[in-house]
């Protein structure tokens, strides 16, 4: 009783105390903190420096209380199986594609249809607006939480078989796609024979022959080495599939609202840098893949690979398609 009221005594004469200025925050936000990112490009690929960038970003401006930790190269886990465990709080954030993402929020397949933007320029119009804010927004049902964008470049098709110039080029052979419905209805209305494989195990896939070929960007096909398997490139630019940043509902609300906000500025701030390195990194992969003997064709004409997708479109959800609709209007 008496350690009580001298503590409570103490308390009242600090608390009372003339001319004290208050905490600058709450005690909780003076503890360390310490949150892991999974990602599932290697440590030098643009998109995990942009993760670093992140990072660095949100560990300066909170005076190095908050950490980020960054594991790369598939170390947590292949894609689809990060995501479950980000929506139950088992790793707090995570840089991945939106197409495995579409399987747990479907209105983001919209973002991954053919042909979708008219350049890199109308994307990034679209996820910066007010259909960014409402994607990010239509997250967290699911367990989600919108935190950022990272430019994905446009993905073309590769195979190890033959040059592939119009879609009857691409008949019957074996292309892996992302797990996710609308990459294989599209691979499939090219008439090819869609394959669901994880990332980490295309190189296998393509050097047994269990598939022919995939589909990615510039710097994916050359960091991978599939390039040194699948030597047929067709720059077709079909989709632009936007890289994003989602962190965990759970881990997110035990931060304090401003620590959120901090994190989410940071990661907005980090674009800039990943989009530079991204192109940079694009030119220098093209180079490499090229005087690595990998045979380059070019599609002059999109007309019969936009009208093959006709179909896909079609048959999207009302919503994906009201949404399809509303990005065709971005200026």
Do not use: C
Not at 187 to 216: F, H, K
Not at 283 to 309: C, H, N, R, Y
Not at 316 to 329: D, G, H, M, T
Request: proline fraction near 6%; charged fraction near 20%; charge should be neutral.
């Amino acid at each position: 009783m008496l350690v009580l009221a001298l503590a409570a005594g103490s308390s009242m004469l600090f608390a009372g105390g003339k001319g004290e200025a208050p905490s600058a925050a709450p005690a909780a936000d003076a503890k360390p903190i310490v949150l892991r990112l999974a990602e599932t490009h290697p440590a030098d690929y643009p998109t995990n420096m942009g993760n670093l960038r992140f990072a660095e970003l949100v560990k300066e401006r909170s005076n190095g209380r908050i950490t980020i930790e960054v594991y790369s190269g598939s170390q947590l886990g292949q894609e689809r199986a990060v995501i479950e465990q980000v929506q139950f709080g088992a790793i707090d954030f995570t840089r991945v594609s939106i197409s495995p993402l579409a399987a747990f929020v479907p209105v983001f397949n919209a973002l991954q249809l053919p042909y979708l933007y008219r350049s890199e320029d109308h994307m990034w119009k679209v996820l910066l607006g007010p259909i960014g804010k409402e994607l990010f927004a239509s997250l967290e049902p699911s367990g989600f939480v919108g935190i950022g964008w990272f430019e994905p470049g446009a993905r073309n098709f590769y195979n190890s078989k033959r040059p592939v110039a119009v879609p009857a080029d691409l008949a019957g052979l074996k292309i892996r796609v992302q797990e996710s419905d609308l990459m294989v209805g599209m691979v499939q209305g090219l008439g090819a024979v869609a394959t669901p494989m994880p990332y980490g195990e295309v190189y296998s896939g393509l050097q047994t022959g269990v598939i022919d070929g995939a589909e990615n960007n510039w710097p994916s096909y050359e960091s991978t080495s599939h390039f040194e398997v699948a030597k047929y490139y067709t720059v077709d630019e079909h989709t632009r599939v936007p890289e994003i940043i989602i962190g965990s509902k759970i881990s997110l609300s035990k931060l304090s609202q401003a620590d959120q906000d901090l994190i989410k500025q940071a990661a907005i701030d980090a674009i800039p840098y990943q989009r530079q390195l991204w192109a940079e990194r694009e030119k220098a992969s093209e180079a490499k893949v090229k005087a690595g003997g990998s045979i380059i064709t070019v599609v002059a004409d999109k007309g019969p690979w936009q009208a093959a997708m006709k179909g896909l479109y079609d048959k999207q959800p009302s919503a994906v398609q009201y949404l399809v609709k509303r990005v065709s209007e971005v200026q």
